[in-house]
């Protein structure tokens, strides 16, 4: 049972808009600790897609958009494209496990 | 560019320990925390613990201490990290993740198999 709370599964056709949500606790997301998404390919190291709750690397498409409020966050991505068929895991600390990293449990978006 | 280069995939008993590296480059060494994050089959991402290449500190998941040793050669820019008394559950990818905060870079990942 992950810390942070994902659905499972998200769906969507191409160039329609998804959104993810990522839901915490008062001593992890609502402590203040920043959020970060990755994608994960099967097979392939996981990628960082947005830092810093909304802070996208160069190189990531301005289609991923990240936002938080409170004890939750949410990734969205908008022009839904076959690539983005994928893994995606929130990621944050919590602060009664002695600072301890910890994700969400990863939701998959089946690109329809 | 960064780069983090992990060693081979490793076959264990039950009972055994598993030493994992992590070999960096590309960057300044003593400036980022490394952090280990392992995938078991099926299952999602799971943090295991950092440290910091600067001192050598070093802080694990509650789920993993005692069990878990992480180390640094700061000869070579490389970090370990041993896991004892393997036991099924242990069969996962291992990655090594450099960051502070986020994982910016990660290892390609270490496949672990546990099995009598």
């Known amino acids: 049972q992950s810390v942070l709370t994902q659905p499972p599964s998200v769906s969507g056709a191409p160039g329609q808009r998804v959104t993810i949500s990522c839901t915490g606790s008062?001593?992890?997301?609502?402590?203040?600790?920043?959020v970060h998404w990755y994608q994960h390919l099967p097979g392939t190291a996981p990628k960082l897609l947005i830092y810093?709750?909304?802070n996208r690397p160069s190189g990531v498409p301005d289609r991923f958009s990240g936002s938080k409020s409170g004890t939750s966050a949410s990734l969205a991505i908008t022009g839904l494209q076959a690539e983005d068929e994928a893994d995606y895991y929130c990621?944050?600390?919590?602060?009664?496990?002695?600072?301890?990293?910890?994700f969400g449990g990863g939701t998959k978006l089946t690109v329809l | 560019q960064v780069q983090l280069v992990q060693s081979g995939a490793e076959v264990k008993k039950p009972g055994a320990s598993v030493k994992l590296s992590c070999k960096t480059s590309?960057?300044?060494?003593?400036?980022?925390?490394m952090h280990w994050v392992r995938q078991a089959p099926g299952q999602g991402l799971e943090w295991m613990g950092i440290?910091?290449?600067?001192?050598?500190?070093?802080s694990s998941a509650q789920k993993f201490q005692g069990r878990v040793t992480m180390t640094r050669d700061t000869s070579t820019s490389t970090v370990y990290m041993e896991v004892s008394s393997l036991r099924s559950e242990d069969t996962a990818v291992y990655y090594c993740?450099?960051?502070?905060?986020?994982?910016?870079?990660w290892g390609q990942g270490t496949l672990v198999t546990v099995s009598s």
């Open positions: 993740a450099r960051g502070r905060a986020e994982f910016d870079s």
């Open positions: 440290i910091n290449p600067s001192g050598g500190s070093t």
């Open positions: 990621q944050s600390y919590d602060s009664t496990l002695t600072a301890s990293g910890v």
């Open positions: 590309g960057y300044t060494f003593s400036k980022y925390y």
């Open positions: 008062s001593s992890s997301i609502g402590t203040n600790y920043d």
């Open positions: 810093g709750n909304n």
